[in-house]
C-alpha cells in the first residue's frame, strides 16, 4: 500500500461545495460566485477555486508517505510526515492566483487556448508548514545563496498526480534556488489550511507555497523535490505560463523565446457585480479584491463611474473596519486588500476598477494590449455593466 498515489480515473474525487461554478469537470477546476469570493478576507477553503490537471491523488497510508530531496547535494535525505512537523511551524497569509484567472474575458476579444476562468480563479487562505528553507538546510543546503557548492540553482517540486500534457506523468514545476533558500520569501511545504489540515483538493498531505508567484509553481500532492542547475524541463515550466505578445499565434510559437513567468502582476477586479446588471438609480457599494505579485502591497485602487473618464479612490482593507496601509508591518504582504466605494449610480453606464502597487506599476487599460494565445494573465482594468431601470 503505497503513502500517497494517483487514481487513473476520476471515480475517487472528493466532494465539494454546490455553489462553485464548475468551469471544468474532469480534471476537476471550480471557481466561486464573485459575491461569495469578497464576503471575508480569508477564503474559506470550501471557497478556495480549485485548479486540477488530473485526478486528485490519495493517501492510503499517511504513515508511509515521505518526500525525497534528491539532486545536486551532499545529503540526499526523505522526510516523513512526523519529519516535517518536528520542524518550526510558520502560518503565512497568502494570496493564489492562477495565472488564467479572468481568461473567459480575454477570450472575447481572440480565441484562447485553456480552461475558461471568470474573475475569482485565487483565494486568500492562512498556510500552516514548515520553511522550505528550513528543510533544504537538513541536506546542506544553507540559507540565502545563489549557489551551493554542488551547483545547485533551481529547486523543481514533483507531484503524483497524472496530467495529459505530461503524457500521463505528474505535475512538476520549479522555482530559484535563491527564493527557496530565503527564509524571507515565506516559502512553504504546507500542511494546513486556515487552520485545518490541508483537504485533497488542495494538495494533502503536503504542498508548495509560493507566496507572490502564479499559482503553477505552488505544486499541490509533493512527493518530490530535485536540486537541479536548470530551470525544471516538464510542460508547466517550458511550455505553459508563458507571456507571449499578441503577435504571436500557434503557428509562429517558439516557447524557448519566453522566460516562465513567476511574481503576478498588479490585478483587481469588482466582485459585488456581474458583468451586467440591471437595476434601480441610486448608490451602488462597488467591492471586489487587488493584489500585486512579489509581495508588493497595493498602493491605491481607483473606481471610475464614466467607463474610466474620472475616478474616485476606493478604501482598502484587510481586517474589517482598518483602513489598509501598504509596508505597513501590521499588514499582511502576501495578501490581496479587499476595497469598497459607494458610487451614485444615475444612468445606463460602465464601472471600471483599476489597481496601482507600491512599485507604482497599474493594470493595463486594455484587454486587447495584453492579450495572449495562452490567455494567462489578464489584468487588464476591470469593468462591469450597469442597466438603469427608473
Ligand atoms: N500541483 C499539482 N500537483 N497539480 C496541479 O494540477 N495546479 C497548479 C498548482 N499546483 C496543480 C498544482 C495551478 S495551475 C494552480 S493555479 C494551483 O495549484 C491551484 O491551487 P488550488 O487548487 O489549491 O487553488
Ligand atoms: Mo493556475
Request: neutral net charge.
Amino acid at each position: 500500500m503505497p503513502g500517497l498515489r494517483a487514481p487513473s480515473d476520476y471515480s475517487e474525487e472528493p466532494s465539494r461545495h454546490p455553489a462553485l461554478k464548475i468551469n471544468a469537470k474532469a480534471p476537476f477546476n471550480a471557481e466561486p460566485p464573485r459575491q461569495a469570493l469578497v464576503s471575508s478576507y480569508v477564503t474559506p477553503t470550501e471557497f478556495f477555486y480549485k485548479r486540477s490537471h488530473g485526478p486528485i491523488p490519495v493517501v492510503d497510508d499517511i504513515e508511509r508517505y515521505s518526500v525525497s530531496i534528491k539532486g545536486l547535494i551532499e545529503k540526499p535525505k526523505e522526510f516523513f510526515m512526523k519529519d516535517i512537523l518536528s520542524l518550526p511551524k510558520y502560518n503565512v497569509t497568502a494570496t493564489l492566483q492562477c495565472a488564467g484567472n479572468r481568461r473567459t474575458a480575454m477570450s472575447k476579444t481572440r480565441t484562447v487556448r485553456g480552461v475558461g476562468w471568470d474573475v475569482c480563479a485565487l483565494g486568500n487562505a492562512i498556510w500552516g508548514g514548515a520553511k522550505l528553507a528550513d528543510v533544504l538546510e537538513l541536506v546542506g543546503i544553507p540559507k540565502y545563496t545563489n549557489t551551493t557548492p554542488a551547483g545547485g540553482k533551481f529547486v523543481e517540486f514533483v507531484s503524483v498526480d497524472r496530467c495529459k500534457e505530461e503524457n500521463g506523468g505528474p505535475y512538476k514545476a520549479s522555482i530559484p534556488l535563491s527564493q527557496a533558500t530565503n527564509p524571507e520569501a515565506d516559502v512553504l511545504l504546507a500542511y494546513e489550511m486556515n487552520g485545518e489540515t490541508l483537504n485533497r483538493d488542495h494538495g494533502y498531505p503536503l504542498r508548495v507555497v509560493v507566496p507572490g508567484v502564479i499559482g503553477a509553481r505552488s505544486v499541490k500532492w509533493l512527493d518530490s523535490i530535485n536540486i537541479d542547475s536548470q530551470d525544471c524541463k516538464g510542460f508547466f515550466v517550458q511550455k505553459d505560463y508563458k507571456m507571449f505578445p499578441p503577435t504571436v499565434n500557434w503557428d509562429n510559437i517558439d516557447w524557448s523565446t519566453r522566460r516562465p513567468q513567476m511574481d503576478f502582476p498588479v490585478q483587481s477586479a469588482i466582485c459585488s457585480l456581474e458583468d451586467v446588471n440591471v437595476g434601480r438609480h441610486g448608490k451602488i457599494t462597488v467591492k471586489g479584491y487587488a493584489v500585486s505579485g512579489g509581495g508588493r502591497g497595493i498602493e491605491r485602487v481607483d473606481i471610475s463611474t464614466d467607463g474610466g473618464k474620472t475616478w474616485k479612490e476606493a478604501s482598502r482593507y484587510q481586517k474589517p473596519g482598518i483602513q489598509y496601509v501598504a509596508d505597513d508591518e501590521k499588514s499582511d504582504k502576501w495578501a490581496w486588500v479587499l476595497f469598497e466605494a459607494d458610487v451614485d449610480v444615475q444612468s445606463n453606464t460602465e464601472i471600471v476598477a483599476k489597481a496601482v502597487d507600491i512599485a507604482a506599476n497599474v493594470q493595463p487599460e486594455k484587454v486587447e494590449d495584453i492579450w495572449n494565445l495562452r490567455g494567462i494573465l489578464n489584468t487588464s482594468w476591470h469593468r462591469v455593466h450597469v442597466q438603469v431601470r427608473h
